[in-house]
């Protein structure tokens, strides 16, 4: 196994340890989705139309402010105990940090996501479980982990790291969230493929770009 | 091993360091020490790669900083106040982690759990190990790619006088491996037990230099307090 994949391999599975212990992030993300997706639900009930036509920006809202959370808490673990320094410090290309970082970010967000799906599908009526459907989440995913594990770092050695990163994420992420939203609503209301793909390969577009240029300035960001 | 001249350092209006010259030789243990705010944690960062200089030429294990950082982190080790840990992590699963990090065999990782006598506490969760302990656990995770430069930032800071002199036994066992070790202090009796060379910072400067041989008492307060004077003008 290359270095760069060792290292990689080595931060996610350090991550994954340290949530399986703690279960501080995932509980927290975990919570507040569901919370999102219940209080839409009761405030929804009456109007079944307007239920079906917001039900994507509902779950995506979500999704986003839940991965925030995951976002602030997984660079907040490494700046604790001067662990970033201890991560700087080893003759590890930094791409790989960051490799390593957004991955874990994201396979958290995917757990999320994967049970926050089925009671979303049965609060709401929707069947979520279509394969386009799906890509979509995950495209989606992959850019906001991309630009938030970004972000995260470089807000991290900021006093006012949890305010200033939903500040500078919410608007650069803007694209990825009204593609997700859109692309998310036309799979749950059936529109023909010709009217979705648009914005799946704005998604794609989107994440190809921003995962390219977080390898690139992710050292950068990194020094002092 | 070390050579540093003329080295500024500003964060906005403030100078932190001032045309610094600062030279270290292989194998020598340098103690620096110095009031509060002098540079001397600034002037590690930089030794260490983490921290840019404003201007200045710093050659650390022959490698230019900051341009050959990458190529110089494998040659070296640091130890902070903060230890560098995962509090989540047992002891054997952080000296694991940052094994995969640095390329080291697992085999090692018993060695150097041993050498700071965390053996038996190897499967403890660090968060659960007193401070005397994590940073013994520290410098096992900073030697734990046998690098052949130390760099010690306040390593005694909030130990207690047993806690201490464990710690003060392995660096001296760190250092009699060969290895070229600077270690940041406020405690000027314990440098000079453990160093083989002096060095006062003041002022972003460095004021004063003395050899630990054959040092009496009154030549430390001496050194200090002339270095501190010298810093002043």
Not at chain 2, 68 to 92: E, F, M, N
Request: with cysteine.
């Amino acid at each position: 196994m290359s270095a760069f994949l060792r290292s990689t391999a080595a931060i996610i599975w350090k991550d994954i340890k340290t949530e399986w212990r703690t279960r501080e992030n995932l509980s927290a993300m975990l919570v507040f989705s569901l919370l999102v997706i219940l209080i839409f639900n009761f405030a929804l009930e009456l109007d079944l139309r307007a239920r079906e036509s917001l039900a994507g920006g509902v779950l995506w809202a979500a999704f986003i402010f839940a991965g925030t959370i995951g976002l602030n808490r997984s660079m907040a673990v490494e700046k604790d105990r001067g662990c970033l320094d201890g991560l700087l410090l080893a003759p590890v290309d930094r791409s790989a940090i960051f490799v390593g970082k957004a991955v874990g970010n994201l396979l958290f967000m995917l757990v999320v996501e994967a049970i926050v799906l089925p009671v979303f599908s049965f609060l709401y009526g929707i069947s979520v479980f279509q394969p386009g459907f799906l890509a979509v989440v995950l495209l989606g995913s992959i850019g906001y982990s991309a630009v938030g594990t970004l972000l995260a770092a470089m807000v991290v050695q900021t006093r006012t790291r949890d305010i200033l990163l939903p500040i500078l994420l919410f608007p650069l992420t803007l694209p990825v969230v009204i593609s997700a939203v859109k692309a998310s609503q036309g799979f749950i209301q059936a529109l023909p493929l010709g009217d979705v793909s648009v914005w799946v390969n704005i998604l794609i577009a989107y994440d190809l770009i921003f995962l390219a240029v977080a390898i690139m300035v992710f050292d950068y960001i990194l020094e002092e | 091993m070390i050579t540093v001249k003329k080295l500024v350092k500003r964060f906005g209006p403030i100078t932190v360091l001032r045309e610094l010259d600062f030279d270290v030789n292989s194998g020598e243990f340098v103690a620096l020490l110095g009031p509060n705010g002098a540079g001397k944690t600034t002037l590690l960062r930089i030794l260490s790669s983490l921290m840019r200089p404003t201007s200045g030429t710093v050659q650390v294990a022959s490698c230019n900083l900051p341009s050959q950082g990458a190529s110089l982190r494998a040659k070296l080790g640091i130890v902070s106040h903060q230890p560098l840990l995962y509090g989540d992590l047992t002891a054997a699963e952080n000296l694991e982690f940052f094994s995969k990090l640095y390329s080291v065999k697992t085999k090692r990782i018993a060695e150097i759990l041993d050498l700071v006598g965390l053996y038996p506490r190897r499967d403890d969760l660090v968060r659960t190990f007193s401070r005397g302990m994590q940073q013994r656990l520290a410098i096992g995770r900073a030697i734990l790619h046998d690098p052949s430069l130390l760099l010690l930032d306040e390593p005694h800071t909030g130990l207690d006088q047993a806690a201490g002199e464990i710690l003060d036994r392995i660096l001296q066992d760190v250092a009699l491996e060969g290895r070229t070790v600077v270690m940041t202090s406020h405690d000027l009796v314990r440098s000079a037990g453990l160093a083989s060379r002096l060095v006062l910072l003041s002022k972003g400067k460095i004021s004063n230099s003395l050899s630990t041989v054959d040092l009496e008492p009154a030549d430390l307060i001496d050194f200090y307090k002339t270095g501190l004077e010298g810093g002043r003008s």
